[in-house]
């Protein structure tokens, strides 16, 4: 949106408060938040129709209109962006009715999240058994790993102090 300064100011006043930060800073980043995004969205969603029902009555705001039209687009997109995807469906009953197109898109997002979940913990499980099967082919041949409590020693001292015989409690050497 290449609107000079000024005119930014007096167009700001024409959204409400939630959006007025969007008018005045157009680069500002989109939250990671989902239900301030969605929040944005439901205010988007209420104030394009109205600005438009005003710009009919040639009041000159088309420039502010695309903006925001614009802005909603990017908001949507951000929601169904991997890393919120996921989140937004659980706001799904709060968010404003999408049409079948933005449906579509935003179901796609689903899947394709749900699928990369899937994989990513397919991924682990494979290296936390490589992982285990690198550190048992290392027990069996170099003997237990350094810092393990398989040193010998018996697991139930913790480092508690104990007293030399004969000695005052708590004059003792740490084990």
């Given at each position: 949106?290449?609107?000079?300064?000024?005119?930014?100011d007096s167009l700001a006043?024409?959204?409400?408060?939630?959006?007025?930060?969007?008018?005045?800073?157009?680069?500002?980043?989109?939250?990671?938040?989902?239900?301030?995004?969605?929040?944005?969205?439901?205010?988007?969603?209420?104030?394009?129709?109205?600005?438009?029902?005003?710009?009919?009555?040639?009041?000159?705001?088309?420039?502010?209109?695309?903006?925001?039209?614009?802005?909603?687009?990017?908001?949507?997109?951000?929601?169904?962006?991997?890393?919120?995807?996921?989140?937004?469906?659980?706001?799904?009953?709060?968010?404003?009715?999408?049409?079948?197109?933005?449906k579509a898109l935003f179901?796609?997002?689903?899947?394709?999240?749900?699928?990369?979940?899937?994989?990513?913990?397919?991924?682990?499980?494979?290296?936390?058994?490589?992982?285990?099967?690198?550190?048992?082919?290392?027990?069996?041949?170099?003997?237990?790993?350094?810092?393990?409590?398989?040193?010998?020693?018996?697991?139930?001292?913790?480092?508690?102090?104990?007293?030399?015989?004969?000695?005052?409690?708590?004059?003792?050497?740490?084990?």
């Amino acid at each position: 949106m290449d609107i000079p300064h000024e005119q930014l100011d007096s167009l700001a006043l024409l959204t409400p408060k939630g959006v007025r930060g969007w008018v005045r800073n157009p680069k500002r980043k989109l939250p990671k938040d989902v239900r301030l995004s969605i929040k944005l969205e439901r205010q988007l969603v209420h104030l394009v129709p109205r600005l438009k029902k005003m710009e009919s009555k040639g009041t000159g705001e088309e420039k502010l209109i695309l903006y925001l039209e614009n802005l909603l687009k990017k908001v949507r997109k951000h929601l169904r962006s991997s890393a919120l995807v996921l989140e937004t469906e659980q706001w799904q009953k709060v968010r404003m009715p999408l049409n079948q197109k933005e449906k579509a898109l935003f179901d796609q997002a689903f899947k394709e999240a749900i699928e990369a979940r899937k994989q990513q913990k397919l991924r682990s499980k494979e290296q936390a058994k490589r992982d285990a099967a690198r550190a048992a082919a290392h027990r069996e041949k170099y003997g237990p790993l350094a810092g393990s409590s398989a040193r010998g020693r018996s697991n139930c001292s913790s480092g508690s102090v104990r007293t030399v015989q004969g000695g005052a409690p708590g004059l003792g050497k740490r084990s």
